[in-house]
């Protein structure tokens, strides 16, 4: 692939939402150019095998994400393409038309508005998922195209996210189709090199075996994310005074009687070509590298690592 003319970042966000990811994510206009140069510099010397893209705006997701510290964002951006390499079940088929049928059983969806501190809104339903049909990493590769697109949006970027997960009908036939390998791919591709900042993960409706479930998944956390958990079970009003009932279907205890759980995905099935362009960078294969000694360089316990616990900003 010959190298593309390089876009510099021309930023979208209203003069409020700039002087927040100042105060919050050290995003300074005056120096916000620099760092771009900079994180690009640090791939061409390090790991100038893989392929960026040319929109800085790409770069300025993974900078807000790690507070515009380069060192920081360098590795979570190189764990970002190391994964795709890692786990090709996920990975090798990505774009949203091939999951079409995963999003059809509204396992998990969007809302249309967001909260009232701007931050996005994911729903989840472990009821609607059949683990006897469809295989978990469906499900993760499903979701992950969902994450990369909302991830566009500037002001997600600087809010960041909500999860509400209702986990009524949660069995032991989701929890063994799981297993702590799974959890661990998991939370590998959706917390530790996306970047993604999840300020809250409300569950609902939970059955006692949820534990067995989190099990897997807590010792791959922070402390910092553990206390971002908020379990409710059936009362409803607490999750409300954090995510407004007028935004929640009803599944979710919500007012929002017209939600359709496809809108969002229909749209997301029009974005085949934008996810192939995104696929044709990172790390190239293995004989497409000259001489090939540089793929699997451990920089942040991707390929040639192990897994480290994941933190959160």
């Given at each position: 692939m010959t190298d593309l003319p390089r876009q510099p970042y021309v930023c979208k966000l209203s003069a409020t939402m700039q002087e927040k990811a100042k105060r919050e994510l050290n995003e300074d206009p005056s120096t916000r150019n620099a760092k771009i140069d900079e994180l690009r510099a640090r791939f061409k010397k390090e790991r100038p095998e893989i392929k960026l893209p040319p929109e800085d705006a790409f770069l300025v997701r993974f900078l807000r994400?790690?507070?515009?510290?380069?060192d920081r964002a360098f590795k979570m951006l190189v764990h970002y393409y190391e994964v795709r390499r890692k786990y090709p079940e996920l990975y090798s088929?990505?774009?949203?038309?091939?999951?079409?049928?995963?999003?059809?059983?509204?396992?998990?969806?969007?809302?249309?508005?967001?909260?009232?501190?701007?931050?996005?809104?994911?729903?989840?339903?472990?009821?609607?998922?059949?683990?006897?049909?469809?295989d978990p990493d469906l499900i993760t590769a499903a979701i992950l195209i969902v994450m990369e697109k909302i991830i566009e949006d500037e002001e997600v970027q600087v809010?960041?996210?909500?999860?509400?997960?209702?986990?009524?009908?949660?069995?032991?036939?989701?929890?063994?189709?799981?297993?702590?390998?799974?959890?661990?791919?998991?939370?590998?591709?959706?917390?530790?090199?996306?970047?993604?900042?999840?300020?809250?993960?409300?569950?609902?409706?939970?059955?006692?075996?949820?534990?067995?479930?989190?099990?897997?998944?807590?010792?791959?956390?922070?402390?910092?994310?553990?206390?971002?958990?908020?379990?409710?079970?059936?009362?409803?009003?607490?999750l409300h005074e954090h995510v407004p009932s007028s935004i929640l279907p009803p599944d979710f205890g919500g007012q929002f009687m017209d939600f359709d759980w496809m809108e969002w995905h229909n749209d997301l099935m029009k974005c085949d070509a934008e996810f192939e362009y995104r696929n044709q960078f990172g790390i190239p294969e293995a004989n497409d590298i000259l001489g090939g000694a540089t793929q699997g360089v451990d920089a942040v316990g991707g390929i040639a690592g192990s897994f480290k616990k994941i933190s959160v900003d």
């Open positions: 994400c790690k507070k515009f510290d380069v088929n990505y774009r949203p038309s091939a999951y079409r049928q995963i999003y059809e059983q509204e396992i998990e969806a969007m809302l249309p508005a967001k909260d009232k501190s701007g931050r996005a809104v994911i729903v989840f339903s472990i009821s609607k998922w059949d683990p006897d049909r469809y809010n960041g996210v909500v999860f509400v997960g209702d986990y009524e009908g949660l069995t032991m036939r989701h929890i063994l189709k799981m297993g702590p390998a799974q959890a661990k791919k998991q939370m590998d591709c959706m917390m530790y090199c996306n970047p993604m900042r999840f300020k809250a993960i409300h569950i609902i409706r939970q059955p006692q075996i949820l534990d067995i479930l989190l099990s897997m998944f807590k010792p791959l956390m922070s402390a910092k994310l553990l206390k971002r958990y908020h379990f409710h079970g059936e009362e409803y009003g607490t």
